[in-house]
């Protein structure tokens, strides 16, 4: 069974903070996706990464792909308010396969 | 707005009953895919349909089903509830057969009393 654990579980910060959640597997994936969740709505795609090692910036944020394609982290540089929410890593696993196996999220609190 | 409708958006029911919840994926996506998420168990994957046809199977109770309507729109039946049934339902859609990007509707709460 693949299995995605993300850390920290929670994290509180203030604005303007830098923070960096991780997201591991014992397993391949094929590409991993990182999906933001506000209260009362569902995930919403952040971007996907495919290439190990591949980097990708989204304005604040920063997405990379481990080399073996077995973790990813996302680190948000001076954190807003509008950056809280639930962050979800989620893996495809390699060849033909229907299932994205998500990880187990990342509470983040940006305080004002 | 991820152009996914699913109702309803709460229910409350008792043990032992049966519910139904309900899908629109966005126009033109074929796979419609049926999460759940707990508080324990974060998001799990159920079931996935693609134009009409079963094509991935989670960690889906056997008193769980669903199906897809030539409309392509889905129907997750959930019977025999009990309190650990209680949870976000979310349904997903996807133009692709195999994952890429998910557009998620935004869940409907199911409270089992």
């Known amino acids: 069974t693949q299995l995605l654990e993300q850390s920290p579980q929670f994290l509180s910060i203030q604005e303007g903070e830098n923070l960096t959640v991780y997201c591991n597997s014992s397993s391949v994936f094929s590409s991993l996706q990182w999906y933001r969740q506000e209260p009362g709505e569902g995930p919403v795609l952040l971007v996907t990464?495919?290439?190990?090692?591949e980097v990708k910036k989204l304005k604040r944020l920063t997405f990379q792909f481990g080399d073996a394609r077995k973790d990813s982290s996302l680190h948000i540089t001076a954190a807003q308010t509008g950056d809280t929410g639930l962050y979800l890593c989620?893996?495809?696993?390699?060849?033909?396969?229907?299932?994205?196996?998500f990880g187990t999220g990342t509470l983040l609190a940006v305080q004002p | 707005d991820s152009g996914v409708t699913q109702t309803p958006k709460h229910l409350i029911t008792a043990t032992g009953q049966r519910v139904t919840l309900r899908c629109s994926p966005r126009?033109?996506?074929?796979?419609v895919y049926w999460y759940q998420q707990s508080l324990d168990q974060g998001l799990q994957f159920l079931i996935q349909?693609?134009?009409?046809?079963?094509?991935a199977k989670g960690n889906i109770l056997e008193r769980f089903s669903a199906q897809q309507f030539p409309d392509l729109h889905s129907e997750l039946n959930l019977s025999s509830l009990e309190l650990g049934d209680s949870a976000l339902y979310f349904c997903a859609s996807s133009p692709r057969q195999f994952t890429g990007e998910l557009f998620f509707g935004e869940g409907s709460r199911l409270t089992v009393l």
């Open positions: 990464v495919v290439t190990g090692g």
């Open positions: 126009s033109g996506d074929l796979s």
């Open positions: 349909y693609y134009n009409g046809e079963e094509r």
């Open positions: 989620a893996g495809e696993g390699d060849g033909a396969t229907n299932k994205l196996i």
